[in-house]
């Protein structure tokens, strides 16, 4: 490794990848090779994902309340970037293929709210995610126009429509990231649900129809309907429990809403 040669390489590698990928004798291997590379990092990551130290396996059988408001969409943002860096950022890359777009939006975007440096609060004091976790930090040598930065909406001041666009497209996209690692995820190792069991549960709570309900499991959004119901009846025994601890306190008032009251005449007419 000491060598001059190898020292010559190592210093000029960029450029002599730039020449093999450019001359048409070697473009068409190396081109090989850095995809066979790239498939084998990508799925050493999706791997590394599925590992139970990833903290990303769920039990739907299991589930609690505890859990299930602690898996959010930025959670599993978070945990999934840490994990598989490479991953995640090729997974936003593919979902934003036409970036001249995103630097139209960007820019419509930033005019829209005026100059500043601050970032826009993408929760207009609604919401948990941050822009950072959206569209990234800004790095020193890119402008706000260049990195989708826009300044903070103060709370006297009316949101510009576009701004919401803006901000509403860098979530979905997030949003997106997650469900795409989410299913290969699944699709890898069945254990790794926890997004689709948030959905599964989301499902039930709508009354969705079980013919939905097996076209999303097989798709790998959701979980399937029987696995729904244990999730369900999970939480609804630990709900019951907290009912029972709630009245041994002697602090807890029932009310009863909505009685129906059926009266019995002593003489029969049409209408009973």
């Known amino acids: 490794e000491d060598h001059p040669v190898m020292l010559s390489i190592i210093t000029d590698l960029d ?9 048409q004798a070697t473009s068409n291997r190396a081109g090989q090779w850095v995809f066979r590379s790239a498939q084998k990092g990508y799925k050493a990551q999706v791997l590394q994902l599925t590992k139970k130290e990833s903290g990303l396996h769920f039990l739907p059988g299991k589930i609690t309340n505890a859990q299930l408001m602690e898996n959010k969409i ?15 950022r090729l997974v936003a890359n593919l979902l934003a293929a036409d970036p001249a777009a995103d630097r139209r939006r960007a ?33 020193e040598d890119e402008t706000p126009e260049d990195s989708g930065d826009i300044r903070l909406i103060n709370e006297d001041e009316d949101a510009p429509e576009d701004l919401i666009e803006q901000v509403q497209h860098q979530l979905n996209s ?14 890898t ?14 499902l039930h709570a709508c009354n969705t129809p079980d013919a939905v309900l097996e076209l999303l499991a097989h ?33 807890t008032l029932y009310a009863y809403d909505n009685l129906d009251v059926d009266l019995k005449h002593l003489v ?5």
């Open 15 to 23: 450029a002599i990848l730039d020449t093999m990928s450019a001359a």
């Open 74 to 88: 930025e959670n599993l943002s978070t945990q999934m970037n840490r994990h598989a860096p490479d991953l995640w």
């Open 107 to 139: 820019r419509l975007a930033y005019r829209k709210a005026g100059s500043g440096t601050q970032k826009a609060d993408p929760r207009l004091n609604d919401g948990d995610i941050t822009m950072g976790d959206a569209v990234g930090d800004m790095s």
């Open 174 to 187: 997030l949003i997106k990231q997650v469900l795409c690692l989410s299913i290969m995820m699944h699709s």
């Open 189 to 202: 190792n069945q254990r790794c649900n926890s997004l689709q069991s948030i959905i599964g549960v989301f």
């Open 219 to 251: 798709l790998g959004v959701s979980i399937s309907p029987s696995t729904i119901s244990n999730a369900v009846s999970n939480l609804s025994k630990e709900s019951s429990s907290d009912i029972r601890k709630l009245g041994r306190t002697l602090l």
């Open 268 to 272: 029969p007419t049409v209408e009973n």
